[in-house]
């Protein structure tokens, strides 16, 4: 580890040090420091990631109407939906599942005639096939983001993922190419990530570790990515599956994956591996997501704090095997999952979004700031209608849920390298669960502009913060902050904007920053020299 990164370390390690030591009273004010001169890692834009799974609405309704729908569209695809998320910079999208994934043939979503087939893991529904390969390329193109596909592991063979890769990438005439032109495709595509399986270890084929891993090392050797450009520049990275949580089986089969990764020879390697966790709290998920109160506020913020121990457990043996951080933990899906919202199919996963989760989004992110070496690609589950989503529609009708815009508020984060922050976050104690009162991160841009993302957690009293900056001559600070009423306010189509976001500006007190941070809010400002 080189100098700087160490002493991230340690000015990381102070900062939690401080957050487990603070005392149990409430402050009045507390104090942030921020060195600018000190940078860490980059957070890789792809932690803002996006996840489009072929389940309910998400993809049908939510981004294909199809090219004959009232609903403006270009090519099929919203265009509402693809304004909202340019406006997001979606970096990355991971499709088509998720559990889907392992059950679909790419052939059957190509080409003038689309076969019918079923979704027998959501819903038992009729997969029309009609959003496929080309269709959510197309999308991409539309909203600026790149492809994380997942291929079909579990009832797939590796023959028909090799197959598919050729397809999308080759610039050479073969059989497959041809196809894909006479599609409406002559170029190449470039495909970004690859995801061998989902979750093998259960909807993926339930496989043990060294099943799983004789499996891998196939589809890393034979799914080629040909695309001319991506041979020695923007490689396309591989993402093997890896945990769903902190239990012992978990640990034995990052264990498993990164020994054999270590042990590896030239013939099959892995960039990346993922690491599945939903804020549930238990199983079958039984939080509402509207209509709840301060308790349930607690305790989902609790649970979802639970992400840094997480990575930090799969961090330390990832460690052990791979100490120069070569392989990613991609935490591919995350996001709170709550019962289904009553009168919804239940296999379609819809749930309300609110304030609550704008927070527990806002808290994951800094989780994976604060872990910019190892985690270098996050998918939020899912990007619209589904679980914690960015975007709700009904026929013609669209909202942006809380979510969403924290997501919009976080962009200047992408790319830009961590600023350590030093605090105390005091705490905020509700019933027997107490909480750090405050969480921030900062991020200085490629333009050298220094970015501030703070979440004050408590829902009932308001924090000042005063900002200590070294390094910079602060002539201003504005940004935006996001809160609302009530910990379960929502958007709805007849109110959009319960949660929305409004102007804020931090007073220059000499070489400090004095901010009043709104209870239960995320706030985001950028200083100006
Ligand atoms: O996001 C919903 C499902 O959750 C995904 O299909 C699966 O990978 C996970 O269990």
């Known amino acids: 580890m080189g100098q700087p990164a160490l002493l991230v370390q340690c000015l990381l390690a102070i900062h939690f040090a401080l957050i487990v ?7 009045e004010k507390i104090e942030l420091r921020i060195d600018v001169s000190t ?4 957070i890789d834009r792809n932690i803002f990631g996006q996840f489009a799974e072929h389940l309910g609405h998400g993809v049908y309704q939510g981004i294909w109407v199809g090219p004959n729908s009232k609903i403006p569209n270009t090519r099929g695809i919203r265009n509402d939906v693809v304004a909202a998320l340019k406006a997001i910079k979606v970096p990355n999208v991971r499709w088509p599942g998720g559990c889907f994934a392992d059950e679909y043939h790419w052939r059957k979503g190509i080409g003038p005639q689309r076969v019918e087939t079923l979704n027998p893991n959501w819903g038992g529904v009729i997969e029309p096939n009609s959003f496929g390969t080309h269709e959510f390329m197309d999308f991409l193109d539309q909203i600026g983001a790149e492809a994380f596909i997942s291929v079909n592991v579990g009832s797939g063979t590796p023959q028909e993922a090799a197959e598919w890769l050729e397809y999308l990438t080759t610039a050479q005439p073969t059989t497959l190419s041809t196809e894909r032109a006479a599609n409406g495709h002559s170029a190449p595509y470039k495909i970004a990530y690859l995801g061998i399986g989902n979750e093998s270890w259960d909807c993926g084929g339930n496989m043990t570790p060294d099943y799983y891993l004789s499996q891998l090392k196939i589809y890393s050797r034979f799914v080629r990515n040909f695309n001319p450009t991506q041979q020695t520049k923007e490689q396309m990275l591989k993402i093997a599956v890896g945990p769903g949580g902190g239990e012992a089986r978990w640990t034995e089969w990052t264990e498993a994956v990164m020994k054999a990764w270590q042990n590896r020879q ?49 961090s330390a043996i990832m460690d052990k095997y791979d100490p120069e951080k ?6 591919d899906e995350w996001g709170a999952w709550y019962a289904p919202l009553p009168g919804s199919n239940p296999g379609f ?32 589950a899912q990007m619209i209608n589904v679980l914690q989503a960015m975007i709700m529609t009904d026929k013609g009708q669209m909202v942006l849920t809380p979510t969403y815009h924290v997501f919009k508020m976080y962009a200047p984060f992408q790319d830009s390298y961590v600023v350590p922050v030093l605090f105390n976050a005091g705490t905020y ?34 924090v000042e913060v005063e900002i200590s900056l070294t390094g910079i001559n602060a002539k201003s600070a504005t940004g935006e902050t996001l809160t609302a009423p009530k910990v379960d306010s929502v958007n709805t189509f007849n109110s959009p904007n319960t949660v929305t976001t409004k102007s804020v500006s931090a007073k220059i007190q000499g070489r400090k920053l004095a901010l009043r941070l709104e209870p239960k809010s995320v706030t985001v400002i950028s200083v100006e020299r």
């Open 326 to 331: 070569k392989i990613a933990l991609a935490v």
């Open 429 to 462: 104690t509700h019933g027997d669960i107490t909480l750090p009162r405050l969480d921030a991160i900062a991020g200085k841009d490629t333009a050298g502009k220094l970015w501030l993302g703070i979440t004050n957690v408590d829902p009932n009293q308001a």
């Open 349 to 380: 996963l819809v749930q309300q979004n609110s304030l609550r989760d704008a927070i527990l989004a806002a808290l994951n992110l800094n989780i994976f700031a604060r872990h910019a070496d190892r985690v270098r690609i996050a998918n939020i």
């Open 39 to 42: 940078t860490g890692a980059k």
């Open 266 to 314: 030239w013939s099959w390697d892995i960039n990346g591996l993922s690491l599945h966790n939903y804020t549930v709290v238990r199983w079958p998920p039984a939080f509402k997501s509207v209509g709840f109160g301060e308790t349930e506020y607690s305790q989902i913020l609790k649970s979802t704090l639970e992400m840094d121990n997480l990575i930090n457990k799969h």
């Open 21 to 27: 030591t603070a005392p149990v009273v409430a402050q």
